[in-house]
């Protein structure tokens, strides 16, 4: 069973920057994306930032539009922890943050992603 846990959410003051991780276990598929996730109270869920790989490689790396140049995601090696460095937050950043976990759609699509954790709280004042 996949299970994916997220941390590093807090509040922040704007301009600062924070790395959320998320913790995955139980993927045994060869080739398999995972995502973050933001959702703020009356929004959809958009897709913040992708990641996906092949036999253990990474393939393809993607950001939203709009936050492309303040945004990292990166994993150390295959078997590690998926991390989003995010810097000079803006108020409008404030959202719970998701890790997602699906079939290697490359897809910015949440319906794309079967497996989800629960998130983490990212608050910035202003």
């Known amino acids: 069973q996949v299970q994916l846990k997220e941390s590093g959410g807090r509040l922040v003051q704007a301009g600062g920057s924070l790395r959320l991780s998320c913790v995955v276990s139980?993927?045994?598929?060869?080739?398999?994306?995972m995502a973050w996730f933001r959702q703020s109270p009356g929004k959809e869920r958009e897709f913040v930032a992708g990641m996906a790989w092949y036999g253990g490689i990474p393939y393809w790396r993607d950001y939203v539009d709009s936050m492309k140049n303040r945004l990292t995601i990166s994993r150390d090696d295959i078997m590690g922890p998926l991390y989003l460095q995010m810097d000079y937050l803006e108020p409008e950043d404030t959202a719970v943050y998701y890790c997602a976990a699906g079939s290697g759609s490359d897809s910015h699509e949440a319906s794309a992603y079967i497996y989800w954790g629960q998130g983490t709280q990212v608050t910035v004042s202003s």
């Open positions: 139980g993927i045994t598929d060869n080739k398999y994306s």
